[in-house]
């Protein structure tokens, strides 16, 4: 569901019912690509590898200003002040997704939840147009209580069979969007980085805590 950022409630009850929300144009074209001119500065040795092969600088806020102005986002925060306790913005992630024809690479490393806890916002900023081939973010809808019922592995991982078996196709969202595009995701919800089969994605991610 895409929703006018400046309708609070109909962002707070969609994300009460469904666990996600989809915020077109949040930033412009212009904001991004100013945005992106300054992540491709970063030195390579700020970068982790992540459970998926993507590449992650924690704490991007401390070197960008455009990601420090996203982990300070007034809109953002209000939303997560209503949400939930899990509300207080802690870092940014400079994300890097990039295709290689040599392995697989996702971001997140498959299904999984990020804690078990009652709620747990996260908002993203697509810094470039992500397609289907691009390693989009993929959430199940209205999967809250679902997840209590699926065993999990290391690091709140579920598999890949579980979900087959358990989860309505229909309810899958694969969220393809331009730059600029702006979600925020409820990471107790079973949600993925669909592995990347072209081109390279870049993100800003915010987590929240209590």
Not at 31 to 52: T, V, W
């Given at each position: 569901m895409v929703l006018e950022m400046n309708t609070k409630?109909?962002?707070?009850?969609?994300?009460?019912?469904?666990?996600?929300?989809?915020?077109?144009?949040?930033?412009?074209?212009?904001?991004?690509?100013?945005?992106?001119?300054?992540?491709?500065?970063?030195?390579?040795?700020?970068?982790?590898?992540?459970?998926?092969?993507?590449?992650?600088?924690?704490?991007?806020?401390?070197?960008?200003?455009?990601?420090?102005?996203?982990?300070?986002?007034?809109?953002i925060q209000d939303i997560a002040d209503n949400y939930s306790l899990c509300n207080r913005a802690d870092r940014v992630v400079a994300g890097i997704v990039k295709y290689n024809p040599d392995r697989q690479t996702d971001s997140g490393g498959g299904w999984h939840v990020d804690s078990e806890s009652d709620a747990q916002l996260k908002s993203f900023m697509y810094l470039t147009d992500v397609t289907s081939e691009n390693g989009p973010f993929v959430f199940v809808q209205k999967s809250r209580d679902l997840v209590n019922k699926l065993e999990k592995h290391s690091n709140l991982r579920i598999s890949e069979e579980l979900v087959r078996e358990h989860v309505n196709p229909e309810d899958v969202i694969e969220m393809t969007a331009p730059a600029g595009t702006c979600i925020l995701a409820d990471s107790t919800y079973l949600h993925r980085g669909k592995q990347i089969e072209s081109g390279i994605r870049y993100t800003y991610t915010t987590y929240f805590y209590e």
């Open positions: 409630e109909n962002i707070l009850n969609h994300l009460r019912e469904y666990g996600f929300v989809i915020i077109p144009e949040y930033w412009s074209s212009e904001k991004c690509k100013q945005a992106l001119s300054e992540f491709k500065k970063l030195p390579q040795q700020a970068f982790e590898g992540g459970q998926g092969g993507d590449l992650r600088c924690q704490h991007s806020n401390r070197y960008l200003s455009s990601s420090n102005e996203f982990l300070n986002d007034t809109f």
